[in-house]
């Protein structure tokens, strides 16, 4: 019964995202906020059939932790189903994501017009000035951006190493960080069309201040604070 919910998901996940991302195409004209709210009606609309075609929803602690102020989210990554459910925890945003998945049919297409930073992750450091440069534009156009300082995705109770490209950026433009935690990974699991029923917990912290600090230090206290947190989500 799980797979076939699981399929139904996939099934009905493709049925709306291909004519969806066509009609995504028509909002090239409009300015960047606005093209990005109407995209992520996708995301919204997913995470309400998951509820309806696998009975998985979610639960969100610390909301009053986000605030109006453009911030960059540094959070656990555990499976795709964050890349949706932020869209509609958090204000409208902007992803630090790998280039190739622009190249994906549809789903890249429309990712393309939501003013993501696209990175070749083996640049090295051009990658980290392209995102500096890209996320002051996208902080001045009222745009948070959200980083996974893994890099990849883990597996639930893994922990991958922190790298230090968020908090750099953070330090770099004076932007405080938002730490995320959470539990996705148990219900969706990584390189698996499986989705199990249940509730998801995510974790927002409190904003960290960046002023006066490296990024070392930045970056080590977005990794406490993660870390301690998913040990509780996950048990």
Not at 135 to 151: S, T, Y
Not at 174 to 196: C, D, E, M, R, Y
Request: proline share 6%; net charge positive; hydrophobic share 45%.
């Amino acid at each position: 019964m799980l797979y076939l919910r699981s399929i139904i998901f996939l099934v009905g996940m493709w049925i709306f995202t291909i004519p969806f991302t066509l009609a995504s195409l028509l909002t090239f004209p409009f300015p960047p906020i606005a093209r990005y709210k109407f995209i992520s009606i996708w995301a919204k609309t997913m995470l309400y059939w998951l509820r309806i075609s696998c009975n998985l929803n979610f639960v969100v602690k610390g909301e009053q932790n986000i605030g109006s102020t453009a911030s960059i989210v540094l959070s656990k990554h555990q499976s795709a189903w964050e890349t949706l459910a932020f869209q509609k925890i958090f204000p409208p945003q902007v992803w630090v994501l790998k280039q190739e998945l622009l190249w994906v049919p549809f789903f890249g297409w429309g990712l393309a017009m939501t003013s993501p930073i696209a990175i070749n992750r083996k640049a090295g450091r051009k990658s980290l000035e392209q995102i500096l440069t890209q996320g002051l534009d996208r902080l001045k156009k009222g745009f948070w951006i959200v980083m996974f300082p893994e890099g990849t995705r883990t597996q639930p109770g893994q922990k991958g190493k922190y790298h230090i490209g968020g908090a750099w950026v953070a330090s770099k433009t004076n932007t405080q960080v938002i730490p995320v935690a959470h539990n996705a990974g148990l219900f969706w699991p990584k390189n698996s069309i499986l989705k199990k029923p249940g509730t998801i917990q995510v974790s927002i912290g409190e904003p960290i201040d960046v002023k006066n600090k490296e990024p070392n230090e930045i970056i080590k206290l977005t990794e406490n604070w993660i870390e301690k947190e998913v040990l509780y989500l996950n048990d």
